[in-house]
């Protein structure tokens, strides 16, 4: 057999040139950023909304507990953590929206048959839009001694740590909803039925110790509230929280690898239909 | 031990067929129930440039998909460089360059960076890639535009950058979707200037998908596709050539009195017409003189006379026996290169 397929000439095939998994996923997360920072209104929201959403929905919820076990000042600590994974949830969902905009627009068309592990793909756009979900979480710890906390270094390592990590589990469910729709509303549509009460429902705006029984249990399932409750570890040692900062970090990491992977099995499969 | 698809891999790398860029043997695609190729098989040639020309629908577009490894065909096979587009698509993903026709740049990045990632892409990097983008950018024409973004250049700029982007791996077969969309003639003319310099300087093979029969007469060979059906295949000149003479076309004033001259034409020339409407067409040696005859002999019948060479219109409706376009488009489609 060898022999026989020496004697032919060979065809005028190129060297062998599959790009790495690192240079392909690095390339497209260096493309959402350039693309982030060309579009200076999304520039300005990074920065300004943090603070507005915070003051905003803060001040409102307090006032409208006031009388009850929460006070107005602890009402607005117990919701920073919440805030800071709706800051990292907005941004996260609109970022994924881009990849309905590079379906229609053909980009992805070019990407997809590109000779790179599907996994690059996933892993470029995902990182891309993690990282901008990232830096609005973080920059919103600058807001914290409003709320009369003076992070340790430790502290806000670990904020980071975790902030991160609720970015990219985010964006990466925001990727495997987006990836088979071909319309922005389509996803609102998702977006509004499983994301919001997703947050809702992580200990964000209220504690599951208060919640009924099968709210308390749903509250149990849901990965986020493990992010949520790893980032009040960090922040507020002395609130009562749910688990322990190791099983925060591990539920949340555990999820963020299951969302990664499925979101890779749903760009890797090759089928008889269009795939772009 | 061998596996399967390296025992057919090196059968076909034993088979002369394997040197063609592109070959397609009973190449067939379901979309549920709806056949849209069936059992397709030709092969393209070294450095020729290749179209594919059919009315939408005739599976074009499927073509060009399972061509380009987005999707895998429902049965039979095709060859890139003897490589299988369904079962190794990475190895066919090296040897292509493809045009689509939606675009696919990234308007927001400028002409520098789209090429830069595509070349990431490819596995192109530092002074290579760099290279290379100049290269690609100076064979269009654009290399003084590198540094501007996208969207402040105009169609027939970004379709030449499309082109440049798809060219940036060197790839040995390039596949470009209706590149001729959206652009004026003169963009156009340049469009296949472009290619046939890559033909002839590079021995890049090229296919092309068009709906355009002008367009489809640039092209070395043609591959004529019908509801999925390859129903001709060779030089435009060759097809053309098949048909006997001149096309002659009769227009009559109603459609039943169509039918009547054609009734008649065929009883006293012995000849088979065709009626479309209200036209009687029928290919002729001798046009002119044929035409003279019959207003003659049937003097009030006849509304209207064209005698013409045969086009690529012609030989798709001698194959398939309607026409090309729907009642809609046909008026300006038709009739193609009318002489006198």
């Known amino acids: 057999m060898a022999t026989m397929v020496a004697t032919t000439s060979p065809p005028r095939a190129l060297p062998s040139r599959n790009a790495s998994l690192w240079t392909a996923a690095l390339t497209l997360w260096e493309r959402e ?13 990074v920065i300004a909304s943090p603070l507005l959403f915070w003051f905003v929905l803060g001040s409102g919820f307090a ?100 902030i991160v990590l609720i970015s990219f589990e985010l964006t990466a469910l925001g990727f495997a909803i987006a990836w088979p729709m071909d319309s922005p509303q389509a996803f609102h549509a998702i977006v509004n039925l499983l994301l ?11 504690p599951a110790s208060g919640a009924t029984g099968w709210l308390r249990a749903l509250m149990r399932v849901n990965p986020l ?28 990491i555990a999820f963020c690898l299951l969302v990664f992977a499925a979101s890779w099995t749903i760009v890797d499969r090759r089928t008889n239909k269009p795939a772009a | 031990m061998a596996s399967a698809t390296e025992k057919t891999t090196a059968v ?29 098989t030709f092969q393209v040639r070294p450095a020729e440039i290749f179209g594919l020309l059919g009315p939408n ?67 192109l990097k530092g002074g290579t890639l760099k290279r290379r983008m100049e290269e690609v950018l100076t064979r269009v ?36 979707d209706e590149p001729s969309t959206g652009l004026d003639p003169g963009a156009r003319r340049d469009l296949w200037q472009y290619l046939r310099m890559l033909r002839d300087d590079e021995g890049v093979t090229v296919l092309v998908t068009t709906h355009l029969m002008e367009e489809a007469e ?76 019959v207003v003659e002999a049937f003097p009030g019948l006849v509304e209207g006379v064209s005698v013409a060479r045969p086009g690529l219109e012609d030989v798709f409706i001698q194959r398939t026996g309607h026409r090309f376009w729907t009642e809609k488009t046909e008026q300006q489609a038709w009739p193609p290169q009318k002489e006198q």
């Not at chain 1, 509230?225 to 539920?251: E, K, M, W």
């Open chain 1, 63 to 162: 006032h409208s507990f006031r009388g009850g076990a929460t006070g107005s000042d602890q009402y607005l600590s117990y919701f920073f953590p919440g805030a800071v994974v709706m800051i990292v949830l907005f941004t996260a969902i609109f970022s994924m929206m881009s990849l309905i905009q590079d379906r229609n627009e053909g980009f992805l068309l070019s990407v997809m048959a590109a000779p790179v592990s599907r996994s690059a793909i996933v892993l470029g756009k995902v990182l891309g839009g993690a990282t901008l979900a990232a830096i609005q979480g973080v920059v919103f710890l600058v807001f914290t001694p409003l709320v009369g906390v003076h992070p340790s270094l430790t502290a806000i390592g670990i904020s980071v740590l975790a």
């Open chain 1, 196 to 206: 919001l009460p997703l947050w809702m429902l992580s200990g964000a705006i209220f």
């Open chain 2, 57 to 123: 629908g005739s599976g074009k577009t499927t073509l060009f998909r399972i061509l380009s490894t987005l999707m895998i065909p429902t049965g039979g096979s095709a060859l890139i460089q003897g490589f299988d587009v369904a079962r190794e698509p990475n190895r066919v993903r090296q040897q292509i360059g493809i045009v689509f026709q939606a675009r696919s740049l990234d308007i927001k990045l400028t002409v520098g960076e789209n090429l830069k990632h595509q070349g990431h892409l490819y596995g």
């Open chain 2, 12 to 40: 076909l790398k034993n088979n002369p067929a394997w040197m063609e860029p592109i070959t397609l043997d009973g190449l067939t695609h379901h979309y549920g129930d709806r056949l849209a190729l069936d059992h397709l």
């Open chain 1, 225 to 252: 509230t493990y992010g949520t409750d790893a980032l009040r570890n960090a922040l507020f040692p002395a609130q009562t929280t749910g688990f322990s900062l190791s099983v925060n970090l591990g539920v949340t």
């Open chain 2, 218 to 293: 640039h092209c070395d060979r043609l591959a004529i596709l019908n509801q999925g059906k390859l129903v001709a295949l060779g030089a435009p000149s060759e097809l053309k050539s098949e048909i006997g003479g001149d096309v002659v076309l009769f227009e009559a004033a109603s459609e039943a009195s169509a039918a009547e001259l054609s009734a008649k034409i065929a009883n006293r020339f012995i000849v088979s017409p065709t009626v479309m409407g209200n036209t009687v067409r029928l290919e002729r040696e001798q046009g002119h003189k044929f035409v003279t005859d």
């Open chain 2, 141 to 176: 024409g654009l290399l003084d535009r590198i540094k501007d973004t996208v969207e402040t250049l105009s169609g027939g700029m970004q379709r030449r950058v499309e082109l440049a982007k798809g060219l940036i791996h060197s790839p040995s077969v390039l596949l470009l």
């Open chain 1, 33 to 45: 950023i350039v693309r982030f920072y060309r579009q200076k209104a999304r520039v300005i929201g």
